[in-house]
């Protein structure tokens, strides 16, 4: 076997484990949400009388036919997604790889075994939750993987299949396809207004196409009488922690120091003029969509810019930062045999080893701002010694390592980050695997799956795991919304219902009032909704004497509604 095939095995094994050990989950967080619809496509019956599941319009409709082609092959749902999710993983890794090798390829198996380092210890979380790799499929597995295959192409300077593959991430998931316009226009027009026509016709031709099938949807939740009230809701009270960046103002530590890295970097890269002229004019443009949101939304607050979540690039952004990085690095630490091993051995031992031991431990040991605080500092570091290099090395007398021994460091060190990774937090991430929800939560949905079909049932607003596992209908909780006004409105009158609140201001609250839940309140809601049972905490309720139990284990106790 020749080092090329040595190498693209390497490859190949690296890849696939970074995508595996992200984690295997089903059945959990936003999946609550996003199978519901693909689900009752496949079983029309499946959460009858449920008004989520069947009069409110979802997110992400279209991700329902990824349920129908699995059920269709005859695969478990469970496995179906999950193998699903992998392989996006595969393919954005792969594309970010290829990035990689546009950049320097000499120097890309070394850069791509640091940049894997960072995607694993980081997992790609940036500003406002955003991410690129989420532990289970959902829309945006396909709208980040496709966006990464855009932005290559965009680079490659193959504007048509660019756009194409843009395209289909906003088909699968609308924002990515407003935020490609944005992105990609900024982009284009920081490239100049030679070609600009042309370039801009083949880019958005096919991403207009997908657009156009979005239209009607868009313009009648644009025109609906309660979209401002329905906005609030969404943006203040069900999700701050996404569209108000007082709340996470932190974030922008971390998404501020990478930026400085990439952009003291992008100097030390030699490339091709017209390569490079596309990677600054895309950098720039995702720095943009980041930036001037953020002002618009803290400075003063325009609740259109909140809604598109611009912030959703941040991950985006923060990855081709890296990416420009560790290739300077690389790069720059060959450049000179002779101040090749100093150079880069003092960058990696910071990147790697700083990285994974102390501010890792900053993290869970004192918490997310202690670490920012920690890592900012890091940042200035690392710039001072790309400034200072020469200085440094000059008063080092080098031993020089060769490319190959690099090699083989990089992979060993990416080696024992993985191993870690697999057998400290794989398991804890991969809900397929285990146990999740928890022996309480699934010894009340086993008894949830013996009533009747349609039953409907008054749950805690955050037991959000209900509808997809006990499969039975539910009056609402906090984690699934629909996605039009109309059904937000009702989505928070039903909160409203459930917990007594007038005026609800967090889940902490509606979570809080749920726990003095009384019989004039469940006497309400059974002759509103026609509710049969209500799941109440077993310690923590008022109403333990007053109907008789049907079920009841550590955490959970239900109560039969009938005499009522």
């Not at 009648?220 to 569209?243: C, D, G, L, W």
Request: net charge positive.
């Amino acid at each position: 076997m020749n080092v090329n095939h040595a190498k693209n095995l390497a490859l190949l094994l690296f890849i696939t484990l970074t995508s595996i050990v992200i984690g295997l989950s089903y059945g959990s967080s936003n999946q609550n949400t996003y199978l519901i619809h693909g689900l009752t496509q496949i079983k029309p019956n499946f959460l009858s009388g449920d008004w989520f599941a069947h009069n409110t319009h979802h997110y992400h409709d279209k991700f329902s036919y990824v349920l129908i082609l699995v059920n269709y092959l005859g695969l478990p749902i469970d496995i179906g997604l999950t193998a699903i999710e992998v392989v996006l993983r595969i393919i954005a890794l792969v594309a970010i790889y290829k990035i990689i090798c546009l950049i320097t390829n000499k120097y890309a198996f070394i850069s791509f075994m640091i940049v894997l380092v960072l995607v694993i210890l980081e997992r790609t979380n940036s500003v406002a939750s955003s991410y690129i790799f989420s532990t289970m499929l959902q829309p945006s597995s396909f709208g980040s993987t496709f966006l990464l295959v855009g932005f290559l192409f965009f680079f490659r300077g193959r504007y048509f299949i660019s756009g194409a593959s843009i395209a289909f991430a906003g088909y699968m998931h609308t924002n990515f396809l407003l935020l490609g316009f944005v992105s990609l226009g900024i982009a284009h027009a920081v490239l100049g207004v030679e070609g600009l026509i042309k370039r801009g016709a083949v880019q958005f031709f096919p991403m207009v196409f997908v657009l156009a099938l979005d239209v009607p949807f868009l313009s009648s939740m644009m025109s609906s009488e309660n979209v401002e009230k329905a906005t609030y809701i969404f943006q203040f009270i069900r999700s701050p922690h996404h569209y108000v960046p007082s709340y996470y103002l932190v974030d922008f530590i971390l998404f501020a120091g990478w930026s400085i890295l990439g952009l003291t970097s992008l100097q030390l890269i030699a490339m091709e003029n017209s390569l490079k002229r596309r990677l600054v004019g895309l950098y720039s443009a995702l720095l943009i969509v980041i930036i001037i949101p953020t002002l618009l939304t803290t400075i003063v607050f325009i609740p259109m810019v909140s809604k598109l979540f611009f912030w959703r690039m941040a991950p985006f952004s923060v990855m081709l930062s890296q990416i420009v990085f560790v290739t300077a690095i690389v790069s720059q630490a060959f450049s000179d045999e002779t101040e090749s091993a100093v150079h880069f051995v003092i960058t990696l031992f910071f990147l790697l080893l700083g990285y994974l031991f102390i501010f890792r431990w900053y993290l869970y040991k004192y918490g997310l701002n202690s670490s920012k605080v920690l890592f900012l500092a890091g940042v200035a570091f690392c710039c001072g010694m790309l400034f200072l290099r020469k200085y440094i090395v000059a008063r080092i007398n080098p031993a020089c390592l060769s490319k190959n021994a690099i090699n083989v460091a990089c992979a060993g060190m990416l080696s024992l980050i993985l191993a870690y990774e697999f057998s400290s937090s794989f398991y804890g991430h991969s809900t397929l695997l285990n146990g999740h929800p928890g022996k309480s939560e699934s010894e009340l949905y086993q008894w949830v799956k013996t009533t009747e079909v349609s039953a409907i049932f008054l749950t805690p607003p955050g037991l959000d795991n209900f509808r997809l596992h006990g499969e039975r209908a539910i009056i609402a909780d906090w984690k699934s919304t629909p996605v039009d006004p109309n059904g937000l409105i009702e989505w928070y009158k039903r909160i409203q219902d459930i917990t007594g609140l007038i005026d609800i201001k967090s889940s902490k609250d509606v979570n809080e009032a749920y726990l003095h839940t009384n019989i004039d309140r469940v006497t309400f809601l059974k002759n509103k909704y026609g509710i049969s049972y209500a799941v109440l905490y077993r310690y923590n309720n008022e109403l333990n004497r007053n109907f008789p139990e049907v079920f009841k284990n550590e955490e959970f106790v239900v109560l039969s509604l009938e005499s009522l």
